[in-house]
């Protein structure tokens, strides 16, 4: 095993599985809030958003597994756990998708301009998957305020369009450490 990373993308990766874990609190705190509040299928999407995120911090742990490199795994921030209506958890989501796009680019640009070819490589799956995301969160902000209160309207929306589509395996997908949940 090789020293600590000596390279801004290597911390700043170093960091990202920081990020991803507390996405992955942020989003069970999302869920929670839904489970308490009789939305099972919004709890149910957060709560698969949680160990998608967790999921995305044991992909990057497995990347320095498999270079060789020291692993640095780092406190998860606190989530926020109380929201004022049933749009807030949602609107959150979308701020935090947009900070996590942010971040990637980041990275993706670190690895570039560093000359980290495998790293580029690696950063090419998350920059689709953070498309895909905030795409996801985007809609479900629409139909929430489409909905006009009516919880019962985007519960089935959720369900039909959102729950249903979950699930899809992407063969493209890095392995994550001790495999996906």
């Known amino acids: 095993m090789t020293e600590t990373p000596h390279t801004s993308f290597q911390q700043l990766?170093?960091?990202?599985?920081?990020?991803?874990?507390?996405?992955?609190?942020?989003?069970?705190?999302?869920?929670?809030?839904?489970?308490?509040?009789?939305?099972?299928?919004?709890?149910?999407?957060?709560?698969?958003?949680?160990?998608?995120?967790?999921?995305h911090a044991m992909m990057i742990t497995q990347y320095f597994l498999d270079r060789d490199l020291a692993v640095e795994i780092s406190a998860a921030s606190a989530p926020t756990t109380t929201f004022a209506d049933f749009r807030e958890p949602i609107k959150l989501a979308l701020a935090q998708e947009k900070q996590v796009t942010e971040q990637?680019?980041?990275?993706?640009?670190?690895?570039?301009d560093s000359g980290?070819?495998?790293?580029?490589?690696?950063?090419?799956?998350?920059?689709?998957?953070?498309?895909?995301?905030?795409?996801t969160i985007t809609t479900l902000q629409t139909i929430a305020e489409r909905s006009n209160g009516n919880i019962f309207d985007l519960e089935a929306?959720?369900?039909?369009?959102?729950?249903?589509?979950?699930?899809?395996?992407?063969?493209?997908?890095?392995?994550?450490?001790?495999?996906?949940l």
Do not use: C
Request: aromatic share 12%; hydrophobic share 40%.
């Open 104 to 112: 990637i680019v980041a990275l993706a640009k670190a690895a570039r």
């Open 157 to 180: 929306f959720v369900e039909r369009e959102v729950n249903s589509a979950a699930g899809n395996v992407d063969p493209n997908e890095p392995a994550a450490a001790g495999g996906n």
């Open 13 to 55: 990766l170093h960091d990202q599985i920081s990020n991803e874990f507390s996405a992955s609190q942020q989003y069970i705190a999302v869920a929670v809030y839904y489970d308490s509040h009789d939305m099972p299928q919004l709890a149910k999407h957060f709560y698969r958003q949680s160990v998608e995120e967790r999921n």
């Open 116 to 135: 980290d070819y495998l790293g580029e490589q690696f950063m090419q799956w998350f920059l689709k998957e953070q498309v895909e995301e905030v795409a």
